[in-house]
């Protein structure tokens, strides 16, 4: 039993157990209510939905299976003789693990056998889409499942394979947050395989299905469509090209393995980040040159600032002896072998790398056109997600740093964005 004092001294995020008690409920429910009100953009309207009603329990079989089968042939790719090891950096536990870094591998691989798939065998991609409602429905309860297994293993663990975050002692709060550091079967590592592969590839593979529905449907393709769904490919390709980037982030290092990276990974992920192409391919809105021409420049400004801030941060603190490294402008600190970098982007607003996201986002809204507010969703709900998690990364820098972080923040003053925020 923990002493009370400990308990006491516990500090809650997310609003505590009941907070992330409604982000458990609610989450689920908006990714349904989102595909639904994305299918609603079809020319059939309600009565597309209430079609697609009858068959739900049965399509919930079959959603079952591809999705299990899915992850199945993923951790088969992830276990496989491709790629290579790599060791990470120390977890907070203090901890160096070895991980199988063969992401991109398993994305090539991937997009071969859907082609093979497609084109050889004559299996229907776009019927992935047809039941993607279903699929949404039984991924999150998946993840539900996955998070309860997380949960008993971890309970039989030590305290010090556990995170700090989900040691609270309420059961509901660390169910959420995550209670051990780096769940292993075998060198099997369940965060590390889930946080990249199963959930950002199957977002693409779904909108590859969104693809091929339209061109199954009509018989052509609108530029929309296709560039979104190349730059989401882009942006995916590009996380798993930098695979070892993944290995210095706080989810690795700090988080543990539960509800909220579960659920994030492998529901969220997947089945919220296409509401933008699900809109594009339901309401096959006719969006003006100009917009098309602006999201294309937003896109590749913002892939450029995204890619390079965080190459030079991983940079900076992963090889420190580089010689490109020592001439960059720093602010030492008092935390052994952490300095700040105040060089490059990192001189520019104090999360570069948000920056460049944040534009990423706001030139796939803009591919969506004017016409409706659904496509906002996305871009408004990652907003909110990438100045909350500033504002985290803020108070956390402060306590951390002191004195050298308020000097980071008089020779930077901006956050995000310059002469804004
Ligand atoms: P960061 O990679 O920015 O990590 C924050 C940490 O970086 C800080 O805690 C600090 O850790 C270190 N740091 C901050 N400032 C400096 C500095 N000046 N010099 C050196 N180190 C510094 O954030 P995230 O891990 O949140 O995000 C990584 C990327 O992933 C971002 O591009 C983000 O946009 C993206 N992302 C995408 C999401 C999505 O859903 N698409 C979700 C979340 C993130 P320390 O000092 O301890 O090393």
């Avoid at 798939?117 to 279903?134: C, D, H, K, M, S």
């Avoid at 942006?235 to 543990?256: F, Q």
């Amino acid at each position: 039993m923990e002493p009370k004092a400990e308990k006491r001294a516990f500090e809650y995020a997310f609003g505590g157990p009941l907070g992330v008690l409604g982000i458990m409920l609610a989450l689920p429910l908006a990714i349904n209510v989102m595909i639904l009100f994305g299918i609603c953009y079809n020319e059939d309207g309600f009565a597309g939905i209430l079609e697609r009603l009858n068959g739900f329990f049965d399509d919930c079989w079959t959603a079952l299976w591809c999705l299990l089968g899915w992850f199945l042939f993923q951790a088969v790719l992830y276990l496989s003789p491709l790629g290579k090891d790599i060791v990470g950096l120390p977890l907070s536990t203090g901890q160096r693990l070895k991980y199988r870094c063969n992401g991109f591998h398993a994305f090539v691989v991937t997009a071969g056998v859907a082609l093979i798939a497609q084109f050889v065998l004559g299996l229907q991609l776009y019927r992935l889409f047809e039941i993607i409602w279903p699929m949404a429905s039984v991924a999150c309860g998946l993840c539900f499942a996955l998070s309860v297994y997380l949960y008993i293993r971890a309970l039989f663990r030590r305290t010090d394979e556990l995170a700090q975050h989900g040691m609270s002692g309420n059961h509901i709060y660390d169910f959420f947050m995550g209670r051990e550091l780096n769940p292993r079967t075998g060198k099997f590592d369940w965060k590390y395989f889930c946080e990249l592969r199963p959930g950002l590839i199957g977002w693409i593979m779904l909108e590859l299905s969104m693809v091929a529905f339209e061109y199954h449907t009509t018989g052509s393709c609108s530029l929309p469509l296709v560039l979104l769904t190349a730059f989401h490919a882009w942006y995916v390709g590009d996380a798993l090209w930098n695979e070892p980037a993944l290995l210095s982030t706080k989810d690795i290092i700090e988080e543990g393995f539960g509800f909220m990276l579960v659920f994030g990974d492998m529901a969220w992920v997947p089945f919220f980040y296409s509401s933008q192409t699900l809109y594009l391919v339901s309401a096959r809105p006719d969006v003006p040159w100009l917009l098309v021409f602006i999201s294309i420049v937003l896109h590749l400004v913002g892939y450029v600032i995204f890619r390079q801030s965080n190459l030079q941060k991983n940079l900076f603190r992963n090889s420190p002896n580089d010689p490109r490294v020592k001439a960059w402008k720093t602010i030492p600190t008092s935390v052994l072998g952490k300095n700040l970098l105040c060089d490059g982007w990192w001189s520019f607003v104090r999360h570069p790398n948000y920056l460049g996201d944040l534009l990423l986002a706001m030139s796939w809204t803009l591919m969506c056109g004017l016409d409706s507010f659904y496509p906002f969703i996305y871009c408004g709900y990652f907003f909110a997600l990438l100045i909350h998690r500033e504002i985290r990364d803020e108070e956390v820098c402060s306590k951390k740093y002191g004195d050298a972080w308020k000097e980071f923040r008089t020779r930077v003053p901006y956050r995000i964005f310059p002469f804004v925020f």
